[in-house]
């Protein structure tokens, strides 16, 4: 399989590249600086680029299957990085006829801000940390919008709070207003895992699923 990476040099995405690889797949990188993933050789494939440069992102999915954003943030002003970097990949991948695009948001975005269980992440969200998910929220809204026309199969991760640690697995699925109990954490490298899992097994049918 053929996966484009976007926000490939960031901590979930990395993971993603580096176990896509391990497990047979044909990886491409969209990435500022080549040299972050320098070290994983020949066999990835690395395109440098803005996420404003459209020639680059066209580049980067140029024969890819699916496509995948990792892509993050951690600017608190207001701001429209991940929704304006996620409407031009979309809009690349409808010229491309490249169907398919799985993208890694938040616990807490959309209508799942019902399923945080911490009071404490729920004040985050609202507070410090408001203009990261609002925009993260538009990113969503953008990808709604593309499946409803059908020219794009979707699959949105909302994981909880991610960790370092060794991946377990094993997660829990969560759907339609479903809840969870005791600490919503889980390990980068198994929604990594978890994604590539999915891209063994399209279409991912317009989905949206919480992570723990």
């Known amino acids: 399989m053929r996966i484009a990476v976007f926000g490939s040099t960031g901590r979930t995405g990395r993971l993603l590249c580096e176990h896509a690889l391990e497990r047979g797949h044909e990886v491409t990188a969209h990435l500022r600086n ?13 395109v440098e680029g803005e996420l404003s440069d459209m020639a ?26 991940l929704s304006d970097a996620t409407t031009a990949i979309l809009s690349a991948m409808e010229q491309a006829g490249v169907r398919h695009f799985a993208a890694v948001t938040s616990l807490g975005c959309g209508d799942s801000y ?8 729920k004040l985050v969200i609202r507070t ?18 593309a499946g409803s026309r059908g020219e794009i199969d979707f699959l949105i991760v909302r994981p909880g709070g ?5 991946p377990r697995g094993s997660w829990t699925e969560l759907r339609g207003g479903q809840r ?3 600490r919503q954490m ?26 723990v």
């Open 56 to 81: 680059s992102i066209a580049r980067a999915i140029d024969g890819a299957d699916v496509v995948v954003s990792a892509l993050g943030t951690v600017d608190r002003k207001a701001n429209t990085v």
């Open 162 to 166: 991610l960790t370092e640690a060794e």
């Open 186 to 211: 889980i390990a980068r490298a198994d929604v990594a895992d978890y994604i590539l899992g999915r891209i063994g097994n399209l279409p991912f049918g317009n989905d949206m699923v919480m992570l």
């Open 128 to 145: 410090v940390a408001k203009q990261i998910w609002a925009d993260k929220d538009r990113q969503e809204q953008a990808i709604m919008q």
């Open 180 to 182: 969870s109990k005791g």
């Open 34 to 46: 080549p040299e972050k993933l320098a070290d994983l050789g020949p066999a990835i494939v690395r």
């Open 114 to 121: 019902g399923q945080v269980n911490s009071r404490l992440m």
